[in-house]
């Protein structure tokens, strides 16, 4: 079965220092990943997905299938990127994500 | 554009008593999602819907949950009796068939067994 980890649930930076925020997975198929953000009293959207190879809102993820790794990094960190930010993996099927426990991320002054 | 609609937003009963939550697309969106998101845990799916198809409910404990979507747009999912268990964040998403670009999220319930 497939599974999702971040390992870390808690996660703190100060306002101009790089961040990378950790996952994980296992998956015998060939996966498809996202980042979804969710900001302070907003709702669960989607941030990144690895097939679209896009920088949004500075961050970016590169699939690493040799280290089963899909790590979200941003050079610079910004005190709104402050949210919690679950990685998901979408079965081969395309019919089922899978999400992780999730990091909350804050940015420090 | 309301976005996804979901109602109540919180919700407090006793053990053994039924809960019903609801939900309202975004219009157009075929696909409709019941997760589940359990506290420090992220979402997980219990339901979702091509139209009024239940096409994957595997995740669904049908023992005590149930859910419908009688005309492929509105849905309604039901805890009866409900447990300590089941105090969590449900949450709602909807999107066009197969595009997960256009998932998006409800604001969700949140549900408290007492």
């Known amino acids: 079965a497939q599974r999702v980890t971040q390992p870390e649930k808690l996660l703190s930076v100060f306002k101009g220092a790089p961040v990378e925020l950790k996952c994980n997975y296992s998956?015998?198929?060939?996966?498809?990943l996202f980042w979804y953000v969710q900001y302070s009293r907003q709702r669960l959207q989607l941030l990144l997905r690895h097939i679209s190879r896009e920088s949004i809102k500075g961050f970016t993820a590169d699939l690493n299938k040799g280290e089963t790794s899909f790590h979200l990094k941003k050079p610079f960190a910004q005190e709104e990127d402050s949210a919690m930010y679950y990685c998901?993996?979408?079965?081969?099927?395309?019919?089922?994500?899978?999400f992780g426990e999730g990091t909350q991320l804050t940015v420090n002054p | 554009e309301a976005g996804v609609v979901q109602s109540p937003r919180y919700k407090i009963i006793e053990k053994k008593q039924p809960v019903a939550f609801w939900c309202n697309p975004i219009s157009g969106h075929n696909t409709l999602y019941w997760y589940r998101q359990n506290l420090g845990q992220g979402p997980e799916l219990l339901i979702r819907y091509e139209n009024e198809e239940a096409v994957d409910d595997s995740q669904l404990p049908k023992d005590r949950f149930s859910a419908e979507r009688l005309k492929g747009v509105d849905s309604t999912l039901k805890i009866q009796p409900a447990e300590l268990g089941d105090s969590a964040v449900y949450l709602c998403?909807?999107?066009?068939?197969?595009?997960?670009?256009?998932?998006?999220f409800g604001p969700g319930t949140r549900l408290t067994v007492l």
């Open positions: 998403a909807s999107s066009l068939r197969g595009d997960w670009d256009t998932q998006y």
């Open positions: 998956y015998s198929g060939s996966p498809e």
């Open positions: 998901a993996l979408l079965e081969t099927s395309g019919s089922r994500l899978t």
